[in-house]
């Protein structure tokens, strides 16, 4: 076995099958179910000739199907581009192209974005549509998904095998997480899969920078596990890497297709979630707007299975911190740093008597460095010191 993404989870597999492992609305999929599922595609993909190092785009909202779709790619030893659902036709091609796609797994419902876009490139030859989770679709767009040789997952599904028998993996296979584009053109930051998991995937515990060793987190998943709810698209690295760290694990992740702060609200009563992840002021604000005003026929939420509250990726302001604090005083509040192009690079657990109004203050990963303008390593702990932050290994710098 390799330090793979694919393997990591099925050492989640082995250890808990029948534990739930993703669910979306009233849809609960088990450790056993999904792992069945991506086994399916996975032996579609190959049946189409996809195998290591080819690139397949996600283009779909969050799902089981997404999940599935992204196990299934990972199984198969390709590598799976993450697309901006938002993106209009100009952005959908400018990614197909600079991806080098030979694949795309998409909702059903972009059915005529992928038709506008998909003819354009000869090397785009396996097209899979997933049902979308929010939108209907009528016969005009599966007449789409056909006219562009694209296959709805029912079909493509239909007779595969859905045993574990792929070619052995390597730790040096290759994961991209395409960065949003808010500094010039997406670009795509390759990872190798240890690399990856090291980082983002909590294959190194993010408090005491020891390294875990290949079967650590699928033994957690052999206890009663948590219920985590990130809030954010799937199709950011973040959400994606917060996933794939819970599966590892063999705790439940809980997902949604559009952020919708009352029905957050809603799931988190009704299924005792105890960790939320969300990105900033974005989604802290209406949160908990949402939380003060209380349930629309005037009954209060409750929230208080809430432990852990997790914020990355944006600005969590001080005074908006200080309404979550005071709603949930028990609760553990933390932000983090990082990037697509270095992976975590510290948390801070925040303190309602000292909150800073100068942005996120935290404690410093284990691997974290600071270097100059000449990409030498300065004093990390000196507050005049300023510089670009990166990740240390025991050989070299990133």
């Known amino acids: 076995m390799a330090l793979n993404i694919a393997d990591l989870f099925e050492h989640a597999v082995d250890a808990a099958p029948d534990k739930p492992a993703v669910q979306v609305g009233e849809r609960e999929v088990t450790f056993a179910e999904l792992e069945a599922e991506s086994n399916k595609l996975a032996h579609f993909l190959s049946s189409r000739g996809i195998g290591p190092g080819d690139h397949i785009g996600l283009y779909a909202k969050n799902s089981a199907e997404h999940v599935i779709a992204l196990l299934a790619i990972f199984k198969v030893r390709a590598v799976a581009i993450n697309i901006n659902y938002r993106y209009v036709a100009g952005e959908l091609e400018y990614i197909v192209g600079n991806a080098d796609l030979v694949g795309l797994v998409h909702d059903e419902v972009y059915a005529p974005l992928v038709a506008e876009v998909a003819p354009k490139f000869e090397n785009l030859t396996t097209i899979v549509a997933v049902p979308s989770t929010v939108d209907e679709i009528g016969d005009d767009e599966v007449t789409l998904i056909e006219s562009y040789g694209g296959v709805r997952l029912e079909d493509a599904v239909a007779g595969q095998s859905d045993a574990r028998d792929f070619d052995p993996r390597s730790a040096d296979d290759i994961h991209i997480i395409y960065t949003g584009g808010t500094t010039g053109f997406p670009k795509g930051v390759m990872w190798r899969h240890e690399d990856f998991w090291r980082v983002l995937g909590g294959g190194i515990d993010f408090m005491s920078g020891e390294y875990l060793e ?20 799937l199709m950011h690295g973040g959400a994606q890497a917060a996933l794939l760290m819970h599966l590892f694990a063999g705790t439940v992740t809980i997902l949604e297709p559009r952020f919708d702060p009352v029905k957050t609200w809603e799931i988190v009563d009704t299924c005792g979630v105890h960790m939320m992840f969300m990105t900033g002021d974005a989604m802290a604000r209406p949160l908990i707007d949402a939380y003060e005003a209380g349930r629309p026929d005037g009954t209060p939420f409750s929230g208080q299975t809430l432990f852990a509250i997790a914020s990355s990726a944006a600005i969590f302001s001080k005074p908006v911190k200080e309404r979550w604090m005071k709603a949930f005083p028990n609760a553990v509040f ?19 008597s000292a909150l800073s109004t100068d942005g996120p203050v ?14 030498r390593p300065i004093d990390i702990h000196d507050p005049a010191n300023i510089g670009r932050v990166g990740l240390t290994d025991r050989k070299s710098v990133v």
């Open 214 to 233: 290949e079967y650590d987190q699928s033994e957690k998943a052999k206890q009663p596990g948590l219920v985590t709810l990130p809030l954010s698209p």
């Open 334 to 352: 933390t932000d983090s740093v990082g990037s697509t192009e270095t992976g975590f690079q510290g948390t801070g657990l925040q303190d309602a």
């Open 362 to 375: 935290i404690t410093a990963g284990a691997h974290t460095t600071v270097l100059d303008d000449d990409g």
